[in-house]
């Protein structure tokens, strides 16, 4: 067999699993399998549809088919039906509820709100699906096309302006006959679960003040008919994956203390029903609930949460620790907690049959994405070859892990990538990546984008400075308040390290990163002429007017730069890279998306501006119709265009 190396059109060849869900009784799996298509009319998106994988015949099917995008499938506790979110009858709006028999047939529409259905749960009877969705506006009042805003958050990246109407609580019957909102007023719903019994309903949300200027989240129990809520948890920040104990006792959630601001760990609460105490059951632990692990091979991933033993003695969830993601197991007595399922690999997503006996859960490598796969005790077994033969076919660099110590005596762990047709002899232009968050990481997953860049000649290094997660909640804080210091010394330092090993050429490094990552892009090349060329990506230029025009801003600056910036706007001046600019001597290419909520594009038009205005060497391409998240769901013809600027930039002034 003759090998290729791989190619930035190869985006089109990927399939992207996810969202396994194991039937109640263990035999049969439905999961999403989606890819990247060139549609009907020239158009570019995405084609998402149910797959199912029966584990007596060992078939993989695909389940539903049609239009549009199917997603979050959710079988009903006798495993007759599965529900499901899909935009297949219209596209305009948002997705709706479908319940499809698990045998085959007609999928059925039970909702039809405009802006879509959120958070379907089953009722434990079957016999209803409550969801979480905004009531429809009276067309007869709108104002046309103009847009009146009275809210401190309004808008979300990849959602826009959020609709006139709080998010609330509602249910369908499973025949689509009758349909009630049992929650009102102005606050939102953010999570909601029936419990055990169905005769009550646990929401997150806080009622009791504007939503908008706290982070303050509180858990309410309510009659599953409505009526007035009664709180029972109060936290001092967000609240989600509330998952109930099969025995009716206890309810399980994830929160964080908020003690360090956003580097806080999340951790795991139990509310004990019976008694009205809450129990921080993670609290000793310097561990994070969740998968922080960055990737651009996947699509409409939806977090496990937490997942209740039969017997309701244990909670399993995902971890992130260092460059893995496993499955953890936590006893709820004892607090005693230990790894399920683990490896060099991350793990997106899982579920278990109702005896607690078998897991299904998808799961990827640095050379592999995600396939599905099912375990029991020791035993494991890979369902799916979705990506096999293709990724079989082409060369693929393997990443080198490598540690090195800092200037202060932390290990800083990170990898190097190297062309396929590595020659020890040779030197290599090197490309420095920086991930966003900076709450996430680099690991043991797939990245297209570190393929390609290492299959067109360039050596890739990686790593995870101080902010990362999966290092414990000391390693994250370090930079609160604090940008482009300690980060800024574990990425130069990185490049010091770089520079020793014999085949590096240390004349031609560039560097690139998106999001926080744009953001130490701009800051490195303002404070170093040492970067031969930069790439940066829906970037932080300044931080004044990040804070009133991000989704996020108003919450995000005061906790990560400090204060607001008519009080600290010396500080903010002074972390922003726009305020630096007349030190630039690096080539830069300015990547952004038009759309982008979380770093709006004006980030990027002041960065630009200021650069040409100072007669830089600058390049600035805008992706309309996109956001933030461009480079791992956007349009994939302008993935494919965004991977080709980047190659070129690097090719045109590295090599």
């Known amino acids: 067999m003759s090998y290729k190396k791989l190619a930035i059109e190869d985006l089109y060849r990927f399939k992207f699993v996810s969202d396994p869900q194991i039937s109640p009784d263990g035999k049969r799996i439905v999961f999403v399998v989606a890819s990247p298509q060139r549609l009907e009319g020239g158009k570019e998106g995405y084609i998402s549809k149910l797959w199912m994988a029966d584990l007596e015949t060992n078939e993989v099917y695909q389940f539903t088919s049609g239009k549009g995008i199917d997603f979050n499938p959710r079988w009903s506790k006798d495993g007759k039906y599965i529900l499901f979110l899909s935009n297949r009858d219209d596209q305009k709006r948002g997705p709706q509820v479908y319940i499809i028999p698990s045998y085959g047939g007609e999928a059925k529409r039970l909702t039809n709100f405009k802006h879509g259905v959120k958070n379907p749960v089953w009722s434990p009877r079957g016999n209803k699906i409550l969801f979480i969705a905004s009531p429809e506006e009276d067309e007869r009042k709108r104002e046309y096309d103009v847009k009146v805003v009275n809210r401190l958050f309004y808008k979300l990246n990849g959602q826009g302006l959020f609709p006139p109407g709080r998010f609330h609580l509602f249910y369908t019957t499973v025949t689509g006959s009758r349909e009630k909102q049992i929650t009102s007023g102005n606050f939102d719903v953010e999570d909601a679960i029936w419990s055990p019994d169905g005769k009550q309903i646990a929401f997150v949300s806080n009622i009791e003040k504007d939503q908008d200027y706290t982070y303050e989240r509180n858990i309410y129990l309510m009659s599953w008919k409505g009526g007035k809520p009664r709180r029972v948890v109060r936290m001092r920040s967000y609240i989600h994956s509330l998952s109930w104990s099969p025995d009716g006792q206890k309810i399980a959630f994830v929160s964080t203390t908020m003690k360090k601001g956003f580097a806080s760990n999340w951790g795991i609460w139990i509310y004990d029903v019976n008694e009205g105490r809450t129990l921080h059951l993670t609290r000793d632990m310097d561990i994070s609930v969740g998968n922080a692990v960055n990737s651009d091979v996947r699509f409409s991933e939806t977090s496990p949460g937490l997942i209740w033993s039969p017997d309701s003695r244990k909670i399993y969830f995902l971890m992130t620790e260092g460059p893995n993601t496993t499955v953890m197991e936590i006893e709820i007595e004892s607090g005693d907690m230990r790894s399920i399922i683990f490896g060099d690999r ?11 006996k078998v897991f299904a859960f998808v799961a990827m490598d640095p050379t592999m994405p995600k396939e599905l796969y099912v375990a029991e005790g020791d035993w494991e077994k890979k369902i799916t070859d979705f990506n096999d033969n293709f990724i079989e076919e082409v060369l693929l660099s393997y990443p080198e892990r490598f540690t090195f110590t800092a200037s202060d005596g932390k290990e800083i762990e990170g ?28 690991g043991n997953a797939f990245m297209h984008e570190f393929q390609v860049l290492a299959a067109q000649g360039f050596i890739v290094a990686y790593i995870n400075p101080r902010g990362s997660a999966g290092y414990g909640e000391d390693f994250a804080f370090e930079i609160i308040k604090n940008y482009g210091d300690r980060d800024y010394k574990d990425i130069m330092e990185t490049v010091d390290y770089l520079e020793k090993l014999p085949y590096v050429d240390k004349e031609n490094i560039g560097v690139t990163g998106g999001s926080y990552g744009g953001y130490m892009t701009n800051w490195i090349v303002t404070h170093t002429d040492r970067f031969k060329a930069a790439v940066t990506q829906r970037s932080i230029s300044n931080f004044i007017s990040f804070f009133g025009t991000s989704d996020v801003g108003f919450m995000f600056t005061p906790e990560e730069i400090g204060g607001t910036p008519w009080k600290r706007y010396r500080k903010y001046m002074e972390k922003s890279p726009l305020f630096h600019v007349n030190y630039v001597k690096t080539p830069i290419l300015i990547i952004h998306a038009e759309e982008d909520l979380r770093c709006p594009i004006g980030q990027a038009e002041e960065f630009y501006t200021a650069l040409k205005y100072l007669k830089k060497e600058v390049e600035f391409v805008r992706y309309p119709g996109e956001n933030h998240e461009l480079s791992r769901s956007g349009r994939p013809d302008h993935r494919v265009d965004r991977l080709k600027r980047i190659v070129n930039w690097f090719e045109k002034y590295l090599k």
């Open 346 to 356: 991350v793990i997106d997503n899982f579920s278990i049959d109702k005896e607690g």
């Open 415 to 442: 990898w190097i990538m190297k062309p396929p047709d590595f020659d020890a002899s040779k030197k290599y232009p090197v490309i420095v990546e920086i991930h966003g968050g900076p709450r996430t990481s680099y």
